[in-house]
């Protein structure tokens, strides 16, 4: 199933900005459709967004939509995730996944 | 947006006895293509979550088979035949059909 490993998290500010990466390793990058899960603390499972295998495509749930972009670049075995104009409740642990494999998540306080 | 709802939200289990958790989406999880997209999934307290089912009944490479996933429509359940210690944590059901929801998790703790 492979490995994935989440960094570029930290504290910021309200109204900031921040870019998550993802490294993957261990299995075919290229041919999984990738998503960023959130989990905010002591809470549940947020799905935010997905990009297709060929990077083609791309889906956003509707609290992150116009303020997160998804993208990854094959060559480089790697995903990120543009986080602009951050809110409170952006607050969370981010996962990157395929579902069958999980990193060890990244974690995000948007706070003054 | 499918809303996917579990029940109970908590599970006090005792060793060695079956558990049942259920999921039921607002609305059917049959895709066009005919598969199902419902899957479960285990988060050990401090740990990163992991698929236990995918699709409704199939088991993930390495999942003891005491986890059983089943269901149609918008009805499925995740049964546990006999727990272990180690099964204690929150668990999901996620659908996968219309975009992707996960349900709130039940959290399953040793009585």
């Known amino acids: 199933q492979g490995q994935l490993v989440e960094s570029g998290g930290g504290v910021v500010q309200p109204g900031r900005s921040l870019r998550l990466s993802c490294a993957a390793s261990?299995?075919?990058?290229?041919?999984?459709?990738i998503h960023w899960v959130r989990q905010p603390p002591g809470k549940g499972l947020e799905w935010v967004a997905v990009i297709s295998y060929d990077g083609s495509n791309n889906y956003y749930a509707d609290s992150v939509k116009g303020r997160f972009t998804i993208s990854r670049d094959n060559s480089k075995n790697t995903l990120w995730l543009q986080m602009n104009s951050l809110r409170a409740e952006d607050t969370a642990v981010y996962y990157c996944?395929?579902?069958?494999?999980w990193g060890q998540g990244t974690r995000v306080t948007v706070s003054s | 947006d499918v809303v996917m709802t579990q029940s109970p939200l908590s599970l006090p289990v005792t060793l060695g006895q079956p558990a049942s958790i259920s999921c039921r989406s607002s609305q059917s999880l049959v895709h066009s293509d005919g598969n199902t997209y419902l899957d479960w999934f285990q988060q050990r307290p401090g740990q990163s979550p992991r698929r236990l089912i995918y699709k409704v009944s199939t088991r993930d490479s390495g999942v003891p088979d005491r986890f059983s996933g089943s269901g149609s429509g918008t009805d499925f359940t995740l049964k546990i035949s006999r727990v272990e210690a180690e099964d204690v944590g929150v668990y999901y059901c996620m659908q996968g059909t219309h975009s992707w929801t996960f349900g709130q998790g039940t959290k399953v703790e040793l009585k």
């Open positions: 261990g299995f075919t990058f290229s041919s999984y459709g």
């Open positions: 996944t395929h579902f069958g494999s």
